[in-house]
């Protein structure tokens, strides 16, 4: 017997106390040796993450240079419709200008309402007007064509 009339231990009690030791320190060294591997998954982590935002970077910087070759490309093209359009608007702006230059020499000209067909030709080839005696000569009221009254046909019933 001891001291503090305590009884010896047991071969069962003195496994169980061996194991609860063993225990601990199994549990101690699994988790130093987590601790080490957790730090090199955090590494593998880490590096994994930098190599993905890398080929990120790299793909926006081939993103921006399209977008500022299609930027260019767009400003180009406004500047082309911008010149065909002014181009466009000068031809019409000549066309318009020859177009007014015509019409005043036609009201220059000025033709009587009783002009025919040949003298109205004749003064916009630039020609002289001859006077045709027909022009002089007005038609008298029974010169004038008339035309004949078409008479409706008559019922006839049962005829279809």
Not at 28 to 36: G, L
Not at 87 to 99: I, N
Not at 102 to 120: C, G, P, Q, Y
């Amino acid at each position: 017997m001891t001291n503090n009339n305590k009884q010896p231990k047991t071969p069962g009690e003195r496994f169980l106390s061996w194991a609860k030791a063993v225990s601990v320190i199994v549990a101690t060294c699994i988790a130093v040796y987590a601790a080490f591997k957790g730090n090199e998954a955090k590494d593998d982590v880490d590096s994994t993450w930098i190599a993905l935002k890398e080929k990120v970077d790299k793909q926006s910087e081939v993103i921006n240079k399209q977008s500022e070759t299609i930027e260019k490309l767009t400003r180009r093209m406004v500047f082309f419709q911008g010149h065909q359009s002014g181009f466009s608007a000068g031809q019409l702006y000549e066309q318009k200008a020859s177009l007014e230059k015509e019409l005043a020499e036609l009201n220059a000209k000025r033709v009587s309402r009783s002009a025919t067909r040949d003298e109205i030709a004749a003064i916009l080839r630039g020609q002289k007007i001859r006077k045709s005696p027909k022009s002089a000569v007005k038609p008298s009221a029974g010169d004038e064509q008339t035309f004949q009254k078409i008479q409706p046909l008559p019922f006839r019933p049962g005829v279809k």
